[in-house]
Every structure is written in C-alpha cells, then in structure tokens.
C-alpha cells in the first residue's frame, strides 16, 4: 500500500522534470510514493531524463506512444490518463492517495511540501465529502 501514487503524461518536458523530481525525492523520505509516468514520443530528452530517475525513485515508465496519432490535445490527455489508469488496476495498486500531475510548464518553481500536505490533510480530513482537489496553476490551459 502506497501513501501516493502520482500519475502523470509526459512529451517533450525534460526541463521541468528536475523540479518534479525534487520534490518526489523529498516527500519519499518519510512517505511510501510510486510515479507512474506515460512517455510519449519526447524527442528532448524526457525519457532519458526519465530513466536516469528510476535508480533513486520509485517509478514505472509507461510506453504511450501511441497517443502521438491524435491531434486532440484532450482527447489524447483523455486517452492518456485512461491509460495510466488501466496499469494501477491492473496491477492491483493500493494507495492512501492518487495524485495527477502536469509535467510541463507548470512545474517552472519547486512544489512545496508544506503546502502538499495541508491540502493531503484536507482531503483525508473530508473524504466522505470530497474525492480530489484541484490546484489552481498558472499558465492556464
């Protein structure tokens, strides 16, 4: 049983990931956390990034490839995150939390961990009413 599983698609974002990283590695010292991230594509260096993580992180590559072949940017993210989904069932994944990320642009500064707690707090505090929380990010898309 994970206390978090962090699911997230990634194309062409290799300059954000460091930031990601950091943090997963920081909240990792005191909580059990898995990252699932679906590679698609990159052709900056995202997935050697990616793999160069695998040796300090606890983290699955996913092959998502095959999104390439639709130009709709939410039905392929759609299809993507379904993905993802489909792997945690199938493996039979447990976790405390499911947490879905952005790994582009949004990521341009490190993310608190301070602040990833309270909101973890609210949520385990209102979980008959409530069934995520949403962070507001800026750019917006």
């Known amino acids: 049983m ?4 962090f699911l997230a698609l990634a194309k062409n974002c290799s300059k954000y990931l460091k930031n ?6 920081k909240l990792s010292k005191s909580y059990n956390v898995l990252v699932i991230v679906g590679e698609n594509s990159s052709n900056d260096g995202t997935l050697e990034f990616l793999i160069s993580q695998k040796k300090s992180t606890n983290l ?12 709709n940017r939410i039905y392929r993210l759609s299809l993507g ?6 792997y945690i069932e199938k493996k ?19 993310i608190s961990i301070k602040n ?6 609210i949520l385990e505090k209102n979980k008959k009413d409530l069934f995520g929380i949403s962070v507001k990010s800026s750019p917006y898309y």
């Open 60 to 71: 699955v590559i996913l092959n998502t490839s095959e999104l390439s072949k639709y130009s």
């Open 2 to 5: 994970y206390d978090y599983v």
């Open 20 to 25: 990601y990283f950091y943090f997963i590695k």
């Open 81 to 86: 995150r379904q993905i993802l989904k489909n």
């Open 92 to 110: 039979k994944i447990k976790s405390r939390f499911i947490v879905i990320n952005d790994l582009d642009d949004v990521l341009k500064k490190k």
């Open 116 to 121: 990833f707690l309270r909101i973890s707090k």
